[in-house]
């Protein structure tokens, strides 16, 4: 073996084709014989020099076994670079990774692999964890903010191209064999504090807005589509939105399943709202324009409604029917109390009891009474403070009031109906607007 030496460098041995190059042609005393050009020498520099070669050692190493290392003599893979990288073309990670994609897709990155082998309980195809150092200041002047990824699909200033769609982070999970899954889960976000105090906390977050001169011809905050599109299978119970319990092993001083602030802001149809159709079911009390329902239905001002308004209950004898009781209905807001009374001497008076005198009108009071007997009675007086009956012989009889409640005493009970306006609500939209994974080329690799 011939070594050559560059004092202080040491570069590799050459095979024996090259020693026999070398002793019967030219002999590089301060370089390197260029094998593909006998009989030119080429030089060699111990720091990164143009033209020049470089030697193994710091910046760059080939282990025994093949490992090469940039910035590092103990490359811990096949490829271990301590620094910065930098790829300006497309990057393949994976043993099932193509590079530039599909043949009708251009994959910038693809990082695709083949998992034959699981490893306990999780198996993830890709993992990113972004640590910093708890010593770290986030408040103060700087106020740091921390992402852990950002993921952007732009379109640049001053382009007037059409495109035909632009998606952020899509998310799929595609069980395509014919074994059971237990949980599939497209794309999820948690959100998770152990120790530390966080003002505010979000497991997702999405935002759409427009911004300066654009215009949109239909926002959706967040659109959800679900369901089942093949000929054959069935879907056991279908949840367009579930949300499950909370942990609750502490204490949550206010907790609200589903908050909505103020939605009244469309210049058409405004609705916080907006059921197409279905059944709606709320177990526990619902408060209408009151934040606590003392009912199951408490309705904070005028409720209305074209049919009946009714109540139910169980038959006490037959349980397979039910009895069906419709309210009284008129033209006013109508208060009353009722019962029966005797007269003494020829007099009886009669309470006015307190709730009704205090949602009741001073005008419009009506009286009736009934003798229980044979008598005539008739009423003498009149008023939320008393009423004062006369017969001609004492006899008990039933009396029955009736007031206006106060402060709607100028109900309308005929008027014309609201005037006709445009609806702001759209039809409805054409079925999947997100493209199947197929579509996207992602089903099939």
């Known amino acids: 073996m011939l070594t050559i030496r560059l004092a202080p460098l040491v570069l590799l041995a050459l095979p024996a084709a090259a020693q026999g190059i070398l002793s019967a042609q030219t002999v590089c005393a301060a370089g390197v014989l260029d094998q593909a050009l006998p009989g030119d020498c080429i030089g060699a520099a111990s720091i990164p020099t143009p033209g020049l070669l470089l030697p193994i050692g710091p910046y760059f190493w080939v282990g025994p076994t093949g490992d090469v290392g940039l910035g590092t003599q103990n490359p811990g893979a096949r490829l271990d670079v301590v620094g910065d990288a930098q790829v300006d073309g497309r990057l393949a990670l994976g043993n099932a990774a193509v590079l530039g994609g599909a ?36 408040t103060g002047a700087d106020e740091t903010w921390l992402w852990s990824h950002m993921f952007t699909a732009r379109i640049e200033d001053g382009n007037d191209r059409d495109v035909q769609a632009l998606y952020g982070p899509t998310g799929y999970a595609l069980p395509r064999g014919t074994g059971t899954v237990n949980w599939v889960l497209g794309t999820g976000g948690v959100a998770e504090n152990d120790a530390g105090h966080v003002v505010d906390q979000t497991g997702g977050a999405f935002t759409s807005i427009g911004d300066n001169d654009s215009t949109i ?45 103020d939605q009244d802001f469309g210049q058409q149809d405004s609705y916080a709202i907006y059921s197409e159709g279905g059944t709606s079911y709320l177990a526990g009390d619902l408060g209408v324009g009151t934040p606590l329902p003392a009912a199951a239905l408490d309705v904070a001002g005028d409720f209305v409604a074209s049919g009946t308004k009714s109540f139910r209950q169980d038959h006490p004898l037959d349980p397979t029917r039910e009895i069906w009781f419709v309210c009284l209905e008129g033209n006013e807001a109508g208060t009353y109390f009722r019962g029966t009374g005797r007269l003494a001497a020829g007099r009886a008076e009669l309470p006015v009891p307190d709730e009704f005198a205090l949602v009741t009108a001073e005008g419009g009071l009506t009286v009736q009474v009934t003798a229980l007997g044979d008598a005539r ?30 402060g709607y005493a100028g109900f309308q009970s005929m008027r014309a109906k609201p005037e006709a306006r445009a609806t702001g609500r759209p039809a409805l939209r054409e079925r999947r607007p997100m493209p199947s994974p197929d579509e996207l080329g992602a089903g099939g690799r």
């Open 103 to 138: 043949t009708s897709w251009d994959f910038m990155a693809d990082l695709s692999y083949f998992v034959d082998e699981f490893v306990p309980y999780f198996s993830i195809g890709l993992f990113s964890r972004i640590t910093y150092d708890p010593q770290h200041d986030l």
């Open 217 to 261: 011809g239909e926002n959706y905050w967040l659109y959800a589509s679900g369901g089942h599109s093949g000929p054959n299978g069935a879907v056991g119970s279908d949840f367009g939105v579930y949300i499950e319990e909370p942990w609750h092993t502490s204490p949550l001083d206010n907790h609200y399943g589903l908050y909505l602030e």
């Open 377 to 406: 009675v008739w009423v003498e007086h009149k008023g939320l403070d008393r009423i004062v009956v006369r017969g001609s012989a004492d006899v008990e009889f039933d009396y029955f009031v009736n007031g206006v409640r106060a």
